[in-house]
């Protein structure tokens, strides 16, 4: 009977000593409740203090982070800061810009789009900016080529849909077309695809058939794929390539294609730049490129067409009159030198 009353007494010890315990509540920090006045008076202060300071970049993000916690806050400070954002955004695209932070300028213009998205003139400035300081730039910067690219083909469809960047006196819809297009096709020839800038490149000359670099371009493609197409050609067999530059019926047929294949874009090339000298001739600013361009026009027609010597200049001639169909032996067939 004693063990049993002692035993008792130990239990009963033992909740005392761990009844405190089981009475306390833990309360988790994320648990504790702010008054939300206070905190949302507290973020706008945040908010207030940065962009009495200057610190613009700062103020923005707080801004943000004040109309993303408390969109249904006071309305007077929500109806300002919505003002607020667009301006200040406005304003550090701008600084952006002057810097020449081509990266920084295109976080804040797509930030911009995302609640502008045809906003033409964001569009029309990073256009502007990355072509001259990247783009074409000395040497060329690829940095942002993918980003100038989602650009691009996002400008030349407001301007499909009538739109016009704000201050641009004559416009010309066509012109801007060609030359987002050839800007692109720029793009494709540096990460060699060359099937892809000819597509731009010729939706280009289309568009603007009074530019002398498209055409200058085009000859430019054409040149590198006959490289590729004569160099297969002359990885046959001495035999087999006279066999198919002759005609012969027992030519073989792959060895014909690779020929086809050579002088089709032989063709496609003196077409391209007999354009660009017909349209530079007389103009002294191209006097230099042009007359590389005449020496190796002239002995590719020669070699394409050994039968007509005053073809070239008939064919220029023709397209210097705005014709836009190449005389009948422009596409004559001929062999590819060995």
């Not at 010309?172 to 987002?180: E, I, N, P, R, V």
């Amino acid at each position: 009977m004693k063990k049993m009353l002692t035993l008792i007494a130990a239990l009963m010890f033992s909740a005392a000593l761990f009844a405190p315990l089981a009475q306390a509540k833990t309360v988790r920090i994320d648990e504790v409740v702010q008054d939300p006045a206070a905190e949302e008076a507290a973020a706008y202060k945040a908010w207030f203090e940065a962009n009495n300071a200057k610190d613009y970049a700062k103020a923005m993000e707080l801004a943000k982070t004040y109309l993303e916690k408390f969109p249904n806050g006071n309305a007077q400070n929500v109806a300002y800061l919505k003002k607020w954002i667009p301006q200040i955004r406005g304003y550090l695209f701008n600084q952006a810009v002057t810097a020449g932070n081509m990266g920084e300028m295109i976080r804040l213009g797509k930030e911009a789009l995302g609640s502008e998205p045809d906003n033409l003139d964001y569009y029309w400035v990073m256009i502007n900016q990355l072509r001259a300081k990247e783009l074409y730039a000395t040497p060329p910067n690829n940095s942002h080529a993918a980003e100038y690219g989602e650009l691009a083909k996002k400008a030349m469809s407001l301007i499909e849909a009538g739109k016009t960047p704000t201050g641009v006196k004559d416009f010309k819809k066509g012109s801007a077309q060609a030359f987002l297009n050839y800007d692109l096709g720029v793009i494709e020839t540096r990460n060699k695809n060359l099937d892809k800038a000819l597509e731009y490149n010729t939706k280009a000359a289309r568009l603007d058939p009074a530019e002398p670099a498209y055409f200058f371009a085009c000859g430019n493609l054409y040149q590198q794929k006959y490289a590729v197409a004569a160099q297969k050609f002359q990885s046959f067999p001495e035999a087999d390539q006279q066999a198919a530059n002759e005609g012969k019926p027992d030519a073989k047929p792959e060895v014909k294609a690779a020929l086809d294949e050579a002088n089709k874009h032989a063709d496609a090339l003196i077409d391209c730049w007999a354009r660009y000298v017909a349209l530079t001739t007389g103009k002294k600013e191209y006097d230099t490129v042009r007359t590389n361009v005449e020496k190796e026009l002239a002995k590719l027609y020669n070699y394409r067409h050994p039968d007509s010597p005053d073809g070239l200049q008939k064919l220029i001639q023709q397209y210097r009159g705005g014709s836009s169909t190449p005389p009948q032996n422009a596409t004559a067939n001929s062999s590819v030198k060995q």
